[in-house]
Each structure stands twice: as structure tokens, then as C-alpha cells.
């Protein structure tokens, strides 16, 4: 089958890209922009025509993926902002909701006859409520009100993890919303994919550090140049999930019939910055050290996120924190970036 990726060109949907031709799929993707296209052509060019790029210049106009969506039989749509840097919070709500909500309806308007399955990323942002001073468990029943509330009263200035947050909830409920109001008419089914922070080797575009992206910069600071303080290395506590993981999840989120219908958190564990900090300085003793003194087994984990329908639906074997953090220092290594 002809699976659509939007947003190929992003830190996920690379490997979601990538998984998918290695399981035989054929793959549609689409990008914003010509100059993000030869990357990824040469990236995959052993797989000749079973990978086209089209371009969807600006996901928020309606229509926008009525031409990309035609005959494919499945649809990844992971195309979402994802910065810290919003002013005003309609820069990021907007297009990840009309995103969204526009590649429903392309899906249902000009490819309800081929499509089986749309699986949208959403977020554990769309899970949590931020809530430092408790010890908190989330699963798939829990959303995340808090942000869109307070995003409602602030506006610009909400916090800008606020911002974020909201527009993943928003999104994320939009889409089970667009599928329950047009139950009868749709011929596919929904899933949503809920990863934390995702952490591990890229595979997209990034000529310098400072053009990663959002999670991996902010790990390449804070574990290779040191950049958080004692206190934030045990202070934020949440989830993490390798990327591998995350793809698989998204590939097999189209190969088990059980996954339709179903809003799936994948995440491999709770942590703290020092846990990633403690296992590069031994992946590379040369790397900070951070907080000598944390001890790992009185970890203040607050943050715990249930995996359980991953590995019940999915059969998700999940990569330890070493394996992820070898593997990503590997390649700044290799590029020379510490
Ligand atoms: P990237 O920034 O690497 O990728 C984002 C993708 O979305 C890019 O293709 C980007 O295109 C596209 N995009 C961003 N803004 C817009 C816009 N306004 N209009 C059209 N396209 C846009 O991030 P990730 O791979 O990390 O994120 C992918 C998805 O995963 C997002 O939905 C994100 O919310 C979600 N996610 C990510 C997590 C993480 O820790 N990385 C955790 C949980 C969820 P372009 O390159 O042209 O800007």
C-alpha cells in the first residue's frame, strides 16, 4: 500500500518515513518547501519510485492536501509546529489544528475509498497536566485541559510550553471530534500516537547544531555543552521515548487492526536531565558529569506516564536511556559536534 507522511522532512517522520519502505510500503510525503526535497531523495534513493515528495506549501489553507491525499491507502500525518518561540499562540494552534482537521477532511472529500487508517502524532503534551508539587499517573483518558485554559486566559502570554501543549490537545481532540461528527460518512479510522519527549539519532536535514530540532537541541545543551543548572537537572521530571520507537509505533499503528479507534501513549520510561547526563559521562567520561551526588534510586520522579496499551496493541519493545544516548552522541561525534 501508498502510505502519505506530511511533514517528511521532520525529526520523527524521517524514521516513520524510513520504516515504512524498509516494511514495504510505497510513501507519498509532503514538505513546505523544494530545498528540503534532495536530502531526503538522496536519503532514500534505493528505493527509486517507491518514494515521491510533493510540496503542500501551507498546511492551514483549506484544501491544501485534497491533491496529496488522492490513492493512498494510508495516512501518517505528523506535520505540527514544534518550537518554544510563539508570540502569538494562534502561530502554533493554527496550524496544527487546521493541519490537522484540513487532512481529515482531504482524506474524507477525495480518498475515502482507498483510505483504511489515519494515525495523527500527537503528544503526551495532550495528556498532562503540569503539576510540579505532585506525583502524578497518566493514561489514555487523561487530556490535557490545563493548557488550552490557559492559553484562553493569557493569550500571549501564556507560557510558551503552554502554547505548545495547547495546541497539541487542541489538535489531537479536533481529530477525534472530526471522526465522531462524521461517523456514517468516514470509511477510515483514527489513531492517535502519544509520545513524550523523544530523544535519539536523527536522520533529517541539520547542517549545524543550531538547526536541530526542538528536543534533540535542547539535549545536545543540556548533555553535551552543560547548559542546565544543578537544580533543572533534577528539578523536571516527565517521559522520554527513543525515536525508533517512535516510527515503529507509527508503522505498526497501521498494521494491527486492533489500533483503530485507539489514542496510544508511547513512552519508555520516567527521567530526569541527570539521567541522561549521568549516561553520557559514562558512554564518554570527557562529557559533563552534572550532579555527582544524584542518586538514581531516590530518583524525584513526578511524572509517570502508563505504556501499557503500547505494548498490549503494539508490541512495543522499548530502547533503554544508554542505547538512546549512545547512539545520538555517536553522531554528534561523527559530525564533530563535541
Ligand atoms: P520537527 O520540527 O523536526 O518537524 C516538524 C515538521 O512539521 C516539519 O516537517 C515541519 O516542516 C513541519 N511544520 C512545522 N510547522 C509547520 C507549519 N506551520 N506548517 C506546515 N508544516 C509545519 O519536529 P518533530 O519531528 O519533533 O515533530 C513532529 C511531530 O511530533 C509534531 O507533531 C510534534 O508535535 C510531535 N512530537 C514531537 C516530540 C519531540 O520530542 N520531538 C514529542 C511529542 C510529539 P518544516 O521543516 O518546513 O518547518
Known amino acids: 500500500g501508498k502510505v502519505l507522511v506530511s511533514g517528511c522532512n521532520g525529526f520523527i517522520a524521517v524514521w516513520v518515513v524510513k520504516h515504512l519502505l524498509e516494511e514495504g510500503f510505497s510513501v507519498r510525503g509532503t514538505v513546505r518547501r523544494e530545498s528540503s526535497i534532495p536530502h531526503l531523495k538522496d536519503l532514500f534513493s534505493s528505493y527509486g519510485d517507491k518514494f515521491e515528495v510533493v510540496i503542500v506549501p501551507d498546511i492551514t489553507k483549506e484544501g491544501a492536501f485534497d491533491e496529496a491525499v488522492k490513492g493512498v491507502d494510508a495516512i501518517e500525518h505528523t506535520a ?13 494552534i493554527g496550524p496544527a489544528v487546521a493541519g490537522t482537521v484540513g487532512m481529515l477532511r482531504s482524506a474524507l ?9 489515519v494515525v495523527v502524532t500527537s503528544s503526551c503534551s495532550a495528556v498532562l497536566t503540569v503539576d510540579p508539587n ?32 495547547a495546541s497539541k490537545s487542541l489538535a489531537e481532540r479536533a481529530a477525534w471530534k472530526f471522526v465522531e461528527e462524521n461517523r456514517g460518512a468516514v470509511n477510515f479510522d483514527l489513531v492517535t500516537m ?3 519527549y523523544v530523544y535519539g539519532p536523527f536522520l ?8 536541530l530540532n526542538t528536543s534533540i537541541l535542547e539535549f545536545y545543551g543540556s548533555v553535551v555543552k552543560g547548559t542546565k543548572t544543578k537544580e533543572q537537572l533534577t528539578n ?26 485507539e489514542r496510544i501513549i508511547v513512552s519508555c520510561s520516567e527521567w530526569v536531565w541527570q539521567d541522561f547526563v549521568s549516561a553520557a559521562h559514562k558512554f564518554d567520561p570527557s562529557l559533563p558529569a552534572g550532579d555527582t551526588s544524584y542518586d538514581p534510586r531516590k530518583a524525584p520522579y513526578t511524572t509517570h506516564f502508563d505504556n501499557a496499551k503500547s505494548k498490549r496493541i503494539l508490541g512495543i519493545e522499548y530502547h533503554s536511556i544508554e542505547e538512546c544516548t549512545r547512539d545520538l552522541l555517536g553522531q554528534f561525534k561523527r559530525l564533530g559536534w563535541y
Not at 472529500?109 to 487508517?117: I, L, Q
Open 80 to 92: 505540527s509546529p514544534f518550537h518554544m518561540h510563539a508570540d502569538d499562540p494562534q502561530e502554533i
Open 134 to 165: 505532585h506525583e502524578r499517573w497518566y493514561n489514555e483518558k487523561n487530556w490535557n485541559e490545563q493548557s488550552i485554559c490557559e492559553v484562553e486566559a493569557k493569550g500571549r502570554n501564556a507560557s510558551n510550553v503552554d502554547k505548545y501543549h
Open 236 to 261: 523536571f521530571s516527565t517521559g522520554w521515548v527513543d525515536v525508533r520507537n517512535v516510527s515503529e509505533a507509527h508503522v505498526l499503528a497501521l498494521q494491527k487492526p486492533e489500533a483503530g479507534g
Open 204 to 211: 533529517q536535514e541539520v547542517k549545524r547544531p543550531e538547526d
Open 194 to 196: 502519544n509520545p513524550p
Open 109 to 117: 472529500e477525495h480518498a475515502n475509498g482507498t483510505v483504511k487508517r
